[in-house]
Each structure stands twice: as C-alpha cells, then as structure tokens.
C-alpha cells in the first residue's frame, strides 16, 4: 500500500483488493481532504488502476533491461537519472553517476562536439541531436557511444531537460576500422597493379612486336622474362592483399619446420640457409608465417646474391641470437621471438626506418613490395620487427613480442611428429 497527498488536496492510496472470482485488482483510494460540512463523515472514491499498473510495470521492465542507456540531463550536463544498462554498457553501478557532470567523462577530442550539440537540442524544440563519441568506462576504456537526445517540454514532470538514448557502438566502430584498412590496402594494391605491371607489359609487347618484324627469337626471351616479372609482381601483390587482416584464430607454429618448408618455394639455396632446431614454436598463423619466410629468403636472393648465407635463430633475451655463428651458445632463454640474418651488403642505417614501406627498394628490378609483407605480416601477428646491422656485416631482422608455446620448440615439436 501506498500514501501520497494528491495536487488537488486530496490523500490518496493504492491496494489490492479481491474480487468475487477470487482474483486481485489493484484500486486507488482517494478521501477528500475537507469533505463538507453537511456531512458526517468522510468522502472517499475508488478507481480501478490495474491495468495503468501493468502498463507502468511492463514500461519500467522494457526500460530496465533494455540494452541501450536512457538517461535525462539537465541543461549544463548533469546527469539526473540513468537506467541499469549505465552498468552493463560502461560498467558503473546504477546510480553511481547521477548528480555527476557527464560532459567531464567526454574524451576531449569530442568534448567541443557533444556541448555544441546538447546547446543546440536546448535551444530549438524538437530537435533531435545525434552524436557519436567516445566515454571514459568505469575500467578507464574509451568506449564510443551514439548518442540521440531532445529536449523535453516544460510541463513534464522529468527532473532534467533533455532526453537521451545511448547505445555501445565500440565494436561496430572497430569492424569499420577493419574496412577502412582493408579497402586502403585494395587501393594500394590497385595503384601497384597498374604501375608496376606497366614496365614488363611494354617490354612484352614492344619485344613480341620487334619478333614479328624480324624474326629475332632473342626478343622472345625478353618476352619471356617479362612474362615471368609480371607473375612475381602479381603473387606479391596477392600477398600483400591477402595478408593485412588480424590473425584472429592462432595456433601453435612449429617455426622450425615452417622456416625449413619455406625453403622449397625460395629461390635462395636452401644449402646457404641455417635453421636452429631450437626455435620455439608460437602461436600464429602457419600459412603467413611461412610467407614471412619466404619474403625473406627471396630478398636475400634479390639484394645479396646466391653466395650468400642466411641463420634463422632464436632471439634470447640479452638481445642476441642463441647461436653466435661459431657453435657457441649465445644464451639460455629462446623466449622473446626470432631473429633471420645475413652476410650480404647489409641495409644502411638512414635506411632502417624506411626499409618496411611500401614500394621502397634498392634495385631497379624490384617491387619494394616483399619486406612491406614481412612487416605486415608480422603486425597481424602483434608482432614488432626491426631491422639493424648483422653480426657479418649484412642485414638482421629481429621478431620480438611472439607468443611462445611454453615448453616447446620446432625440434621437439617436429621429433613427435616424425614418431607419429
């Protein structure tokens, strides 16, 4: 049962009463305040507010487990009340904002915005603002939110004056995010497409045309390593299209074995390569990591020649390899990632920084498309890769932050599956 003093001086109060079915239905009772003076008594009326209950009921239901936030502010920001979703979206308990200035969990960039826009819905009736921006979480994460308030008129019994309906659209932000990287990534391919395709193609058709009018076979030779350049140019190309996205589903790669089958699709003597049994085994994608190989081993082939060698190693903590070149142990702890290293001509030091861009390279014949792989290949992975100068003069590729597989590494891992 419940009491309250009514605007038009009456006492009013609600309860349950039962019907002659035996059902319950609620009623409201309200007794005149000053009945008149004729009568001996007290005046008092009853109305049937059932239904009015159940509908209140079923609002109060929707708005509670809805899971976008309602909220009512007044017109400097002030958070006057907020329904339970505050918890589940942002993670502060029910209540724990209100009286708070919400303005002041704006992130900043978007501070300017979200006040020009609550100025403007309190300044014309009926306007209907729309923002999306991001909110500090009770965890300390910016969560981005979309935002549609208005104004409330004067005569509802609301303690603020605008209305505004929030939902999370963290997640829907982050997916556009992925587009936006993957269509900047078709558009870069296409731009690499149309001009590294260019050159092979007008020395094809140049030497194929000289061929009709001579019958020089030399210039079919040139039509035929114009024919294989193109198709280098295209599977890099497919690579660098194919490998930007986020390995989302990882699993244990054997990098020993992955390392050692990347050899037989290199063009790089797979006699001139060292892999360390020792390397451990991570946790990634194993059809990536392998392309990470072999972009590798063919840039060797490109920049420092056949006689060239190559170790692939572990990377111990004390920033060197495990395997100084001379069989000695360098160190105790395989842990932090991989290091593949040279003893061509190496890679300048004003060059470092620049060496993973796209389209940058030292030769006229290449892409500059193969250590822009390795590096986007490695950030998929959540990888760091740097590039410094090696024990033997050439270049060293460092892998650092890897996912280890506790307790393994490629030999052990390869041994099991030679016994399977």
């Known amino acids: 049962m419940s009491t309250a003093e009514g605007d038009d001086d009456r006492l009013r109060t609600e309860a349950r009463v039962r019907t002659a079915d035996g059902g319950w239905r609620w009623l409201e009772f309200a007794r005149a305040a000053r009945p008149p003076a004729s009568l001996d008594g007290v005046v008092v009326t009853a109305r049937d507010v059932t239904e009015l209950k159940r509908v209140t009921e079923r609002f109060r239901h929707l708005v509670e487990t809805a899971s976008d ?6 017109g400097n920001g002030v958070l006057r009340y907020a329904t339970p979703a505050a918890g589940r979206v942002l993670g502060y308990d029910h209540g724990e904002l209100v009286d708070e200035n919400v303005l002041e969990y704006v992130h900043p960039d978007d501070h300017e ?10 300044a014309e009736p009926g306007y209907t603002a729309t923002v999306e921006h991001r909110f500090r979480s009770k965890s300390g994460e910016w969560r981005w939110l979309e935002s549609r308030g208005r104004s409330l008129p004067d005569d509802l019994a609301l303690e603020g004056n605008i209305v505004v309906v929030t939902r999370d659209v963290t997640e ?13 990534r078709l558009e870069r391919f296409a731009a690499m497409v149309s001009h590294d395709i260019q050159t092979p193609l007008s020395v094809a058709s140049g030497s194929l045309e000289l061929y009709r009018q001579t019958g020089d076979e030399t210039a079919l030779e040139r039509v035929d390593r114009a024919l294989l350049r193109m198709s280098e140019l295209t599977s890099d190309l497919l690579t660098l299209a194919r490998e930007g996205g986020r390995v989302d589903d990882p699993v244990p790669v054997d990098l ?3 390392a050692t089958a990347a050899l037989e699709t290199s063009p790089f003597p797979a006699d001139r390569v060292t892999v360390d049994p020792d390397l451990p085994t ?9 392309s990470l190989f072999e972009n590798l081993f063919r840039n060797v082939a490109d920049h420092a020649g056949p006689d060239a ?6 990377f111990s903590d004390d920033g060197g390899s495990e395997d100084d070149g001379d ?12 290091v593949v290293e040279d003893n061509g001509p190496g890679i300048a030091t004003a060059d470092a920084d620049s060496v993973f861009e796209l389209g940058n390279t030292s030769g006229s014949d290449g892409t500059g498309i193969g250590l822009h792989v390795v590096d986007t290949i490695a950030s998929a992975h959540g990888w760091e890769v740097s590039v410094t100068a090696g024990r033997h003069g050439g270049a060293r ?9 506790p307790g393994e590494n490629g030999a052990e891992v390869s041994e099991r599956g030679r016994q399977r």
């Open 309 to 314: 060698r190559v170790w692939v190693e572990p």
């Open 282 to 290: 991570v946790l990634g994608s194993e059809a990536r990591v392998r």
């Open 327 to 338: 069989g000695e142990d360098g160190g105790d702890d395989a842990g932090e990632g991989f």
């Open 397 to 405: 590729f460092e892998f650092r932050g890897v996912d280890v597989v």
């Open 172 to 184: 829907r932000r982050r997916r556009e995010g992925q587009i936006a990287a993957q269509n900047e």
């Open 69 to 74: 936030l309602l909220v009512v502010l007044d």
């Open 256 to 258: 020993f074995a992955v």
């Open 113 to 122: 915005t979200v006040v020009e826009e609550l100025h403007r819905g309190l």
